[in-house]
């Protein structure tokens, strides 16, 4: 039965909390509020979208707080998830589904971009339209 800390709202298996270190743990109940992630404004409306599509009941925490997010921009809040432990499977396998796909996705895109950019320039001579080379 995995473990869970009071301080950091984590559920986790082991000897020791993995973000505080905190021996004095106890057995996760299926009420426990549990930490799911932490994402950008934008993204945390996704996620919200989703986890409600699914049944899955949540928690929601700004990093920042009004004052500080108005202060530095409303790009730079972060939005912490809690769920309940009962669902903490269900809301982990949505969120490795969702941002591990998006994560890749810009990369995929990237390495295709460089590529053609490549194919591209291999036949370009190397002096731009105003005959200077590039440097």
Same mark, same amino acid.
Request: overall charge negative; some cysteine; aromatic content about 10%.
């Given at each position: *039965?995995? =473990?869970?800390? @009071?301080?950091?709202?984590?559920? #986790?298996? $082991?000897?020791?909390?993995?973000?505080?270190?905190?021996?004095?743990?106890?057995?996760?109940? @299926?009420? @426990? =509020?549990?930490?799911?992630?932490?994402?950008?404004?934008?993204?945390?409306? =996704? =996620?919200a979208?989703?986890?409600?599509?699914?049944?899955?009941? #949540? !928690?929601e %925490?700004?990093v920042? $707080?009004? $004052?500080?997010?108005?202060?530095?921009? *409303?790009?730079?809040?972060? !939005? %912490?998830?809690? !769920?309940?432990?009962? %669902?903490?499977?269900? /809301?982990?396998?949505?969120v490795?589904?969702?941002?591990?796909?998006?994560?890749? /996705?810009?990369?995929?895109?990237?390495?295709?971009?460089?590529?053609?950019?490549?194919?591209? $320039? /291999?036949?370009?001579?190397?002096?731009? /339209? @105003?005959?200077?080379?590039?440097?």
């Amino acid at each position: *039965m995995p =473990l869970y800390c @009071d301080n950091c709202f984590l559920a #986790f298996e $082991g000897e020791r909390c993995p973000s505080c270190g905190r021996k004095k743990c106890r057995e996760a109940k @299926d009420d @426990d =509020l549990c930490y799911l992630t932490e994402q950008n404004v934008i993204w945390s409306g =996704l =996620l919200a979208d989703v986890l409600k599509q699914n049944g899955i009941e #949540f !928690v929601e %925490r700004n990093v920042l $707080g009004a $004052g500080l997010a108005f202060k530095t921009g *409303m790009m730079s809040e972060r !939005v %912490r998830f809690y !769920v309940f432990f009962s %669902r903490l499977g269900d /809301a982990e396998t949505i969120v490795e589904g969702l941002f591990s796909a998006a994560d890749e /996705a810009p990369e995929d895109e990237a390495l295709e971009d460089e590529d053609e950019a490549a194919e591209d $320039g /291999a036949d370009e001579d190397p002096e731009d /339209a @105003d005959g200077f080379p590039d440097i």
